[in-house]
Structures are given as C-alpha cells and as structure tokens.
Nanobody, 126 residues
C-alpha cells in the first residue's frame, strides 16, 4: 500500500517561510516522479500542479506562480520530498497534496498521478 505522510503546514504570515515534507512508502521511490499540488478554497477548483521532481533524473518543474519562491528537493535516504516555501502570499492559501507518478509530465499534469496523499492545509494571513 502506498502511503504518504505530509507535514509542515499550518498558519503563516505573509512574507514568511515554511517547509512541507512528504515521506513516501510502499513504492520504489527512485522510479517515481513526486509532485506537490494545491487546491485553493472554493468549490470545484482544480488542483494546481505547483512543483514536481523526477527521482529518476532530478529534473524539476515549477508553476509560474511559484517560481523563485518555492523549491522542491529530495532526500532519497528518507524517501522524502520537501517543498520549501519562502515569501508566502495570501494566494498560497490552499490544501497542499503530495502525489506520485510513474512517468514525468512536463507540466506536472494531475492525470499522471495515481497515488495521492491526504493533503495538508496552509493558511497565509495578511
């Protein structure tokens, strides 16, 4: 069974920083691409691909809205993917999800991701 343990979310002031962690088990970590997605408040909003990283070759991708503020990284020894967030903005408020895909998609397409965590809330106050 594939499992994700997401941590690091919470309430943060605009301009602050935090780091999300996603510990993954139940799959061959090195063979997968791991992505971070978010779903902002409001019904029927689609999950936005924030960032993804390939454990195969290390390539990464960021949504334009987070470039320069978000950094994705891997600790293969811990089967964990991190998302460092700096200079948070109120529009970053969302539930953030960690997910795994067997193939790389240049724009972190949600349809490629077959395994999903439960999500973790980030709320940014102004």
């Amino acid at each position: 069974e594939v499992q994700f343990v997401e941590s690091g979310g919470g309430l943060v002031q605009a301009g602050g920083s935090l780091r999300l962690s996603c510990a993954v088990s139940g799959l061959i970590f090195d063979d997968f691409t791991i992505g971070w997605f978010r779903q902002a408040p409001g019904q029927e909003r689609e999950r936005e691909g924030v960032s993804c990283i390939s454990n195969v070759d290390g390539r990464t991708r960021y949504a334009d809205s987070v470039k320069g503020r978000f950094t994705i990284s891997i600790d293969k020894a811990k089967n964990t993917v991190y998302l460092q967030i700096t200079n948070v903005k109120t529009e970053d408020t969302a539930v953030y999800y960690c997910a795994a895909a067997e193939v790389w998609g240049r724009r972190c397409p949600t349809e490629y991701y077959g395994f999903w965590g439960q999500g973790i809330q980030i709320t940014v106050s102004s």
